[in-house]
């Protein structure tokens, strides 16, 4: 199959030939249709983060099932499937208190010893994130992806694999929004505005979305916001106590700085909670007043929105079928994915949304 190969960082991804195997008892074949491209991504591919190579990056996609193995029942050819990354075992400790984006059971991959589910040059190659999304199939555990009703646009679904997922269940999984509460979101990508999203269908009574692009804060009102500030000539923290007489019940940081996830706990008013989405880069310490920690202010870090993802995507789904869930506007652009290295330079210069690579079917 066609696959964009990640070489090394800095290189531009290259379209090449991956082997992919059948798949094992507990495995799901997929033909891909549709891959988002993450920030996550981006920092592989830019070398923030680091990862062993080559190997095939994406993991927010969506498709159809081709083959199943012997003992999969919980999808069959022909369904429609979300992938998620937070591949679950089902009997670990976390798993059985109900907490299955923290499960890092090795259960869900294949043994060292074994025939790898990618190789490359006839070599085993690593698979990212359980999934290698950026690739005609898939090959992923059963407990990797879950079937959504057939009406439902595959290209849009492959977004709530990850963004929609990470930005909408900080707000109701991790954060536990009510109605009326006060929400920021610091910055407006497709996260952010899918926190935004998630906090208007929570209930709450103003949300106020903060980025330094004016274009981004025209979308964060498509998406719920009720008031924005332009973070390029305020000062953030206090404008949102002013408009908020005092502070924010719920802020959430979806870019991934210092001086941005500082800013999110300085804005809550007593008992409110900061939560970090952002990826921050290694080695980075944050400074907080412990004064404000006195008032029951708390700080905590969400992981793809505490998701547990066979109950929570089928949900999203819905509220997108139903107009509550605004997808259309998130993806700026479709491409196939031998441009796959324009989408990440779009990423780059951060202006839009979200690309979506979509497969020839
Ligand atoms: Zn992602
Ligand atoms: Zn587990």
Do not use: W
Not at 40 to 47: A, C, I, K, P
């Amino acid at each position: 199959m066609k696959a964009a190969v990640f070489h090394s960082p800095g290189t531009p991804l290259v379209i090449e030939d991956v082997s992919i195997d059948k798949p094992g008892p507990h495995e799901v074949l997929i033909r891909t249709v549709a891959a988002g491209v993450c920030h996550s991504d981006l920092h592989f591919v830019d070398g923030m983060l680091q990862h062993p190579a080559p190997v095939v990056l994406g993991h927010e996609a969506a498709g159809v099932v081709e083959q199943v193995g012997s003992l999969v029942r919980t999808v069959k050819p022909g369904d429609h499937v979300v992938t998620c990354l937070s591949a679950y075992c089902g009997h670990c400790d976390h798993c059985l208190t109900g907490h299955l984006s923290l499960c890092v059971s090795p259960d869900t991959r294949r043994g060292k010893g074994e025939e790898q589910r990618l190789s490359y040059l006839q070599k085993p190659m690593p698979q990212f994130g359980n999934l290698s999304a950026f690739a005609e199939q898939m090959l992923v555990h059963e407990h990797a992806c879950v079937a959504i009703r057939r009406d439902m646009p595959l290209d849009r679904a492959a977004l709530i694999g990850c963004a929609i997922t990470t930005g909408a269940g900080a707000v109701f999984n991790t954060a536990g929004v009510r109605p009326g509460e006060t929400v920021a979101v610091i910055g407006c990508g497709g996260i952010g505005l899918a926190a935004i999203n998630g906090a208007a269908l929570a209930g709450a009574g103003r949300i106020i979305a903060i980025d330094m692009l004016p274009s981004k804060l025209e979308l964060a009102k498509l998406f719920g916001a009720t008031d924005v500030i332009n973070a390029a000539d305020t000062d953030v923290v206090k404008a949102v106590r002013d408009l908020t007489n005092g502070g924010v019940h719920f802020s959430f940081e979806c870019i991934g700085l210092k001086a941005t996830a500082e800013q999110s706990f300085a804005m809550l008013r007593r008992g409110g909670t900061a939560t970090l989405i952002g990826m921050i880069k290694p080695g980075v310490k944050l400074e907080l007043d412990p004064n404000h920690l006195l008032h029951e202010r708390r700080i905590q870090g969400s992981v793809m929105g505490s998701n547990r993802f066979p109950v929570d995507i089928p949900r999203l789904v819905d509220f997108y079928m139903a107009g509550k869930l605004h997808l259309d506007p998130m993806i700026s652009r479709r491409l196939e994915l031998g441009q796959i290295n324009e989408a990440f330079d779009e990423l780059r210069r951060g202006e839009l949304a979200r690309s979506v690579v979509v497969f020839e079917q």
